[in-house]
């Protein structure tokens, strides 16, 4: 767990009839990163709707939650009791008694030991983190302060977040066209304070009064009697930074990807909430065939809607099948306010990602292939491009390149530190784990995000198995390419890996821009996840051979 502390100025929202003011407050001891208070967002409903959906997924939690069995355990414990022998019960009755006393004790002694400790300067601190220590071991859940991620970038401002249960993901984009007003900013990462007053301030915005928007400690010093400074707690999981980089390497995978009407979705929410289903399957099928309209099959009815007028334009029929279905209820209220969803998709089981634009501004989510599954958990899209492991020096030219020039593409650092493509990309792909930077599926450019304070080259995450195995097969020069074919669409590359366990057969497909669009392998592995859970290490291998 990252965590860091610092002084947390409030998130305000201050309205009159003429105007609204939005404060996103941030941890101003851990980035200068601000918008200036001259700032007006001309699309001021638009964009207080989008950041609205983003509050509801960051308080989320569909994953089931362990109930509390202790009054259950209570009773039985009262049960064992009465069938215990008489002498024995009264000896149990008395023990509350003494460990009561034992308490009292305890605390005594631990009184005076206050009385000693108050004059010690590092006393408080320490209490404190003793407090959030306890915490975290007794209730995680009240432990986090999940608030989200804000970058300032030179063309857009960046809010991400993850729900609760780290199955949805979402990012909203307000690109710095749709502001008016004097652009000073200073590019940046931090937290937010998104609270449940500035959710509910935000529900008033109207049409007919601008809205100012305020990202950072030195817009807040123009505004004083707005906001205050409190201290607070910021605290960043590992998952997160790990679910990040999942996201963007899911992201960055070639999908099939389709414009859906607007209503037909509200449609299909409307049915799954018209009734609960008592059994599964639990699926929306998308059925796309070539010059056909796209449909959609809600399980366990059989129920299928038109999703679109227009044909679907891909080059070979699909069928796949998406869970997690009800998760998309929170775009239910901005549905009848766009015309479209733009919907990609990778495979049957594997994370889709839903895109509404208003105005300009952009909401993207991304659902994990099942609710139950957190983009943290064993998904390991990040492995097609496996981290480098190149050294500090390498690593610290690299993030400073990516800092100076904030946004680039892999191309650019490849020239700039004299590797191949592949190897920039996989410098990238560490720096995006150390918290440095992101990756842009819109632009396909790698934009500099710094989460964390303090620069760590060293992996947040455990690395996966698959990963490891791949990178060692492709270090022992275990791959043989038997054919490598290119035409105007793609490059199929086809290799026997040898490992040893056994010669496995894999192919894997990139298109022009180097994404893989399809991957396959004879091993038990892929036989049995397919891609669910990442590529299988053969996979990994000639990914890094292929280049």
């Not at 709707?49 to 259950?72: C, E, F, P, T, W």
């Not at 450019?445 to 304070?453: A, H, S, V």
Request: hydrophobic share 35%; with cysteine; charged share 25%.
């Amino acid at each position: 767990m990252i965590s860091f502390k610092g002084n947390f100025t409030q998130s305000t929202v201050n309205s009159n009839t003429n105007e609204s003011a939005v404060t996103f407050g941030t941890d101003i001891k851990n980035s200068n990163v601000f918008l200036s208070t001259d700032i007006k967002v001309k699309p001021g409903v638009a964009f207080s709707k989008l950041m609205l959906v983003l509050g509801r997924i960051v308080r989320m939690r569909d994953a089931g939650v362990n109930k509390d069995h202790s009054a259950y355990q209570e009773w039985v414990q009262g049960e064992y009791f009465k069938e215990l022998p008489g002498f024995m019960s009264s000896q149990l009755k008395q023990l509350p008694k003494l460990i009561k006393e034992r308490e009292i004790l305890t605390q005594q002694l631990e009184f005076y030991d206050q009385i000693i400790k108050k004059f010690n300067s590092n006393y408080f601190p320490e209490q404190r983190r003793r407090f959030w220590s306890w915490l975290y071991t007794h209730n995680r859940d009240a432990w986090y302060v999940l608030d989200p991620i804000v970058s300032v970038q030179p063309d857009a401002t960046f809010f991400e977040a993850f729900s609760l249960d780290e199955s949805t993901y979402a990012r909203v984009a307000l690109p710095h066209e749709a502001t008016s007003g004097e652009k000073n900013f200073n590019c940046g990462t931090t937290n937010i304070d998104f609270s449940t007053s500035l959710e509910r301030e935000l529900s008033r915005t109207r049409s007919y009064r601008p809205l100012h928007l305020t990202v950072g400690k030195d817009a807040v010093e123009f505004d004083t009697g707005i906001s205050n400074t409190i201290e607070k707690k910021i605290d960043l999981p590992e998952t997160w930074t790990k679910g990040l980089v999942e996201v963007q390497a899911a992201l960055s995978l070639a999908p099939v990807e389709i414009n859906i009407s607007s209503l037909a979705l509200a449609d299909v929410l409307g049915r799954l909430e018209a009734q609960r289903e008592k059994e599964g399957p639990r699926s929306l099928i998308f059925e796309l065939i070539p010059d056909e309209k796209p449909k959609v099959i809600v399980e366990p009815w059989g129920d299928v809607f038109i999703m679109s007028d227009k044909p679907f334009k891909g080059a070979k029929s699909s069928r796949i099948k998406v869970w997690g279905r009800r998760r998309l209820r929170v775009l239910k209220e901005i549905l009848p306010l766009v015309n479209n969803v733009n919907v990609r998709l990778i495979d049957s089981g594997m994370p889709s990602f839903w895109s509404v634009e208003m105005e300009g501004i952009k909401l993207i989510i991304g659902l994990s292939g099942w609710t139950s599954l957190d983009w943290a958990a064993r998904a390991r899209f990040s492995a097609m491009i496996p981290a480098a492991e190149e050294s500090k020096e390498t690593m610290e030219k690299a993030a400073y390149f990516l800092k100076t020039n904030l946004i680039i593409e892999d191309g650019e650092l490849a020239k700039y530190l004299n590797k191949s493509p592949m190897e920039s990309k996989r410098i990238l792909q560490r720096l995006c784990l150390s918290g440095t930077a992101m990756y842009d599926p819109e632009f396909r450019k790698y934009r500099y995000r710094e989460l964390f304070p303090d620069l760590d080259f060293e992996s947040k995450s455990q690395t996966g198995i698959e990963e490891i195995k791949g990178i060692e097969l492709f270090k022992r020069n275990a791959v043989r390419i038997s054919s490598d074919s290119i035409n105007e669409k793609e490059r199929t590359i086809k290799a026997t890996v040898i490992s040893r366990e056994r010669i496995c057969s894999t192919v894997i497909s990139r298109d022009i821009d180097s994404r893989i669009t399809q991957a396959q392998c004879s091993c038990s592995y892929f036989r049995y996840h397919k891609l669910k859970q990442g590529p299988c290490r053969h996979i990994v291998a000639l990914s890094l051979a292929g280049e």
